[in-house]
Nanobody
Framework: QVQLVESGGGLVQAGGSLRLSCAAS????????MGWFRQAPGKERELVGS????????YYADSVKGRFTISRDNTKKMVYLQMNSLKPEDTAVYSC????????????????WGQGTQVTVSS
């Protein structure tokens, strides 16, 4: 059974930084691509970025490109989202997700989700 647990959210002022972590268990982590999503109140869930199973390829939404960085440590079964130059519009619940099928990129189909961590950016 796949479990994804996020941590690292909180309240930060605009221009600040946060690093989110996602701990995975249940499957061979190193063979699955991962994604970070966010959902703000009243808005649809948005893919923030994703990383291939090996970590060699990444994708970022235009809204975060140049500010956010995704990385992973397959030995620790962890994926990270470094968020810099945060803006009030980045306020949302951030969740990590795992692809349903192994060794697939970039057309991922996310089947497993964490519970999310709240990020609030004050102006």
């Amino acid at each position: 059974q796949v479990q994804l647990v996020e941590s690292g959210g909180g309240l930060v002022q605009a221009g600040g930084s946060l690093r989110l972590s996602c701990a995975a268990s249940g499957r061979t982590f190193s063979t699955y691509s991962m994604g970070w999503f966010r959902q703000a109140p009243g808005k649809e869930r948005e893919l923030v970025g994703s990383i291939s199973w090996s970590g060699s390829s990444v994708y970022y939404a235009d809204s975060v490109k140049g500010r956010f960085t995704i990385s992973r440590d397959n030995t620790k079964k962890m994926v990270y989202l470094q968020m810099n130059s945060l803006k009030p519009e980045d306020t949302a619940v951030y969740s990590c997700a795992q692809d349903r099928v192994s060794v697939r990129w970039p057309r991922c189909e996310y089947a497993y989700w964490g519970q999310g961590t709240q990020v609030t950016v004050s102006s």
